[in-house]
């Protein structure tokens, strides 16, 4: 036998061999990915969604959607029962006139226990930013008894100027309905009650003063 024909056979199956393990190296290679990334599941109760952006919340405010009428100053220390039919007489002319430029409902009356708050609405019935004020122990009178509209509710207030002179005005809001008014007038009542006794807690107020008394100025229409 030749030994040229063996030592060529003999190369060949080396190479043979050779491209077998350089063939499962490469597949190896192509088949290696990277390690994929640890998953971790939360419970739902257990996830907090977070933003770059700041939600805005849109404030939802307590109260009476109202008619403002406007305002209208009125003389007189001793506030009576029907003191405020002519002012709201006055402010009620005013309305009817411009009644097709008013919107129904143009407020939000809220009543709290030491100040009253009128949130004045847009066009799509929101509260803007502009809200007018009333101290509770500043108002002098109230009712929702009106022979113009049994809708109506009013207030005498105190208002206290730059110069420290002060004016009486008299208030007015249109409510939905005649009860509605009432509410009102109600909760007005029990506003007052509250900045009252604590104003005589406080002794702001002499301690022989009766909520009573103090409250003859305030009216509450329960017809």
């Known amino acids: 036998m030749c030994p040229i024909p063996l030592r060529s056979g003999r190369c060949l199956l080396i190479l043979a061999h050779f491209q077998t393990m350089l063939k499962t190296k490469l597949n190896v290679l192509t088949l290696r990915k990277e390690p994929l990334p640890t998953v971790i599941f939360h419970e739902p109760e257990a996830i907090e969604l977070c933003t770059t952006t700041p939600l805005m919340k849109t404030r939802v405010h307590a109260g ?5 009428l406007g305002k209208v100053s009125t003389t007189g220390m001793q506030f009576l029962s029907g003191c405020t039919e002519k002012p709201v007489i006055e402010l009620w002319k005013k309305h009817t006139l411009a009644r ?3 919107f129904p409902a143009n407020a939000l ?3 709290r226990p030491f100040q009253v708050w009128l949130h004045h609405l847009d066009l799509k019935g929101e509260a803007t930013v502009h809200m007018d004020t009333f101290q509770v122990a500043r108002i002098a009178y109230c009712t929702a008894d009106h ?3 049994p809708n109506i509710f009013a207030w005498v207030y105190r208002e206290i100027n730059d110069d420290l002179s002060y004016q009486m005005d008299c208030h007015a809001v249109e409510c939905e309905s005649k009860l509605e008014a009432k509410k009102l007038a109600h909760a007005m009542m029990e506003a007052f009650k509250k900045t009252f006794h604590s104003m005589k807690s406080d002794g702001r107020i002499h301690r022989n ?3 009573e008394e103090m409250s ?3 009216e509450s229409d329960d017809g």
Do not use: A, G, P, R
């Open 100 to 102: 097709e430029d008013v």
């Open 147 to 149: 022979n113009v509209s």
């Open 216 to 218: 003859q100025e305030l």
């Open 109 to 111: 009356l809220e009543i």
């Open 64 to 68: 009476c959607k109202v008619t403002y």
């Open 209 to 211: 003063s009766s909520s």
